[in-house]
T-cell receptor
Framework: GQNIDQPTEMTATEGAIVQINCTYQ??????LFWYQQHAGEAPTFLSY????GLEEKGRFSSFLSRSKGYSYLLLKELQMKDSASYLC???????????FGPGTRLSVLP | NAGVTQTPKFRILKIGQSMTLQCTQD?????MYWYRQDPGMGLKLIYY???????DKGEVPNGYNVSRSTTEDFPLRLELAAPSQTSVYFC??????????FGEGSRLTVL
């Protein structure tokens, strides 16, 4: 079966650091993706992990542990514009399908 | 560069009507997808295609049909619309092993 879990909502303060966790149990694995989705808009790609470890991209970092079925997205120096939903997605073994988690709605407060 | 273009952006249908959501991409991607997103929820895969002439069902295909006659186009057909099909529909495309590029979405209401 396919199951991806994320916290439903998180709140953080402008300038702070926030970590959004994602756990997955899928029948296959060929990479884990993070997308950002502002309200009323389409998701946009943030980061990608296929091997264990940390990938850093400016203020955003993503970590993967395949043995634990676990990933997190780390957002540093939070800005008001980071208020959005963050979607975790796993690509299957054949590289064709993406299974999405329910998303985490992040609110950044002044 | 247009990327992934979806039309229409908004549509209201009556129960039992049919319609087609259009999707075109100009990035020469082999893979194309249709997802639906209900309020406060993640994305559910309806259908996908790995190339022209090849389509396959996703997690929630009932009530929908697709075709892929060219690399660029991947229309989604809704037959006999039902209130349960009220949702936001996203078309997406990708290279093999690449990330998804999404269209702006089509907001469909069935009354």
């Amino acid at each position: 079966g396919q199951n991806i879990d994320q916290p439903t909502e998180m709140t953080a303060t402008e300038g702070a650091i926030v970590q959004i966790n994602c756990t997955y149990q899928t029948s296959g694995f060929n990479g884990l993706f993070w997308y950002q989705q502002h309200a009323g808009e389409a998701p946009t790609f943030l980061s990608y992990n296929v091997l264990d470890g940390l990938e850093e991209k400016g203020r955003f970092s993503s970590f993967l542990s395949r043995s634990k079925g676990y990933s997190y997205l780390l957002l540093k120096e939070l800005q008001m514009k980071d208020s959005a939903s963050y979607l975790c997605a796993v690509r299957d073994n054949y590289g064709q399908n993406f299974v999405f988690g329910p998303g985490t709605r992040l609110s950044v407060l002044p | 560069n247009a990327g992934v273009t979806q039309t229409p952006k908004f549509r209201i249908l009556k129960i039992g009507q049919s319609m087609t959501l259009q999707c075109t991409q100009d990035m020469n991607h082999n893979y194309m997808y249709w997802y639906r997103q209900d309020p406060g929820m993640g994305l559910k895969l309806i259908y996908y295609s790995v190339g022209a002439g090849i389509t396959d069902k996703g997690e929630v295909p009932n009530g929908y049909n697709v075709s892929r006659s060219t690399t660029e186009d991947f229309p989604l057909r809704l037959e006999l619309a039902a209130p349960s099909q009220t949702s936001v529909y996203f078309c997406a495309s990708s290279y093999i092993a690449g990330e998804l590029f999404f269209g702006e979405g089509s907001r469909l209401t069935v009354l």
